[in-house]
């Protein structure tokens, strides 16, 4: 059963500071998406990274992919609050390319 | 162009009513899935639509929901003799179709089961 496992769960930053978030699955996939959800929204799409090395940006945020170690990250530059809010790496999975989401991460930016 | 919408957006019902969740997909969208969101978690699969045809319904938790895209387009999930579990947000996605494709998420129906 394929898991994707996010940390961390919860980050508090302060505006200006950089920090990355980690996804981690446990099958082989190279198509996997990223995220956002502000509070009781639904999910915007932020990144599809669809190959190894992927690497895509996009404002402050970027995303990579490394299909080997399974991980794909989300990296932020120079944090503004409205950045706050949560996100989600999600890998598709067999032919229908149903999404397996992970945990998600809590994301607050403090002035 | 529109996104995809849901209707109602909030809906309450009492354990053992029977409701339904409407989705309207973004137009052409061949693939059409939904999710269930618990608070605090990830959305989870529950099935999936190519056109009208209901390709996975692996995720569906019980007997007690069905889905239904008749003609391609919109689609309706059920759910039977609703229990306190089956509290949580309802997602639906549309995308163009393919294995790579993104899917593009409406609103959501929040339910809440007293």
């Known amino acids: 059963e394929l898991k994707v496992e996010q940390n961390p769960l919860f980050l508090s930053m302060q505006e200006g500071k950089n920090y990355t978030i980690y996804c981690n699955y446990s099958?082989?996939?190279?198509?996997l998406y990223w995220y956002r959800q502000d509070p009781g929204k639904s999910l915007e799409s932020l990144f599809v990274?669809?190959?190894?090395?992927a690497v895509k940006q996009e404002g402050r945020l970027m995303a990579s992919l490394d299909t080997k170690a399974r991980l794909s990250t989300l990296h932020i530059t120079a944090a503004v609050h409205d950045l706050s809010a949560t996100y989600f790496c999600?890998?598709?999975?067999?032919?229908?390319?149903?999404?397996?989401f992970g945990t998600g991460t809590l994301l607050a930016v403090q002035p | 162009g529109a996104g995809v919408s849901q209707s109602p957006r909030y809906k309450v019902a009492k354990r053992g009513q029977d409701v339904a969740l409407r989705c309207d997909p973004i137009?052409?969208?061949?693939?059409l899935f939904w999710y269930q969101q618990a608070l605090g978690q990830g959305p989870e699969f529950l099935t999936y639509?190519?056109?009208?045809?209901?390709?996975?319904k692996s995720g569906l938790p019980s007997d007690r929901f069905f889905a239904e895209r008749p003609e391609g387009s919109v689609s309706t999930l059920k759910i039977q003799r609703t229990q306190q579990e089956d509290s949580a947000v309802y997602l639906c996605?549309?995308?163009?179709?393919?294995?790579?494709?993104?899917?593009?998420f409406g609103p959501g129906t929040r339910l809440l089961v007293l």
């Open positions: 996605a549309s995308s163009l179709g393919g294995a790579r494709e993104t899917q593009y």
């Open positions: 099958t082989t996939s190279d198509r």
């Open positions: 990274l669809l190959s190894n090395g």
């Open positions: 999600a890998v598709g999975t067999g032919a229908t390319n149903k999404l397996i």
């Open positions: 137009s052409g969208h061949v693939s």
């Open positions: 639509f190519q056109n009208e045809a209901q390709l996975d």
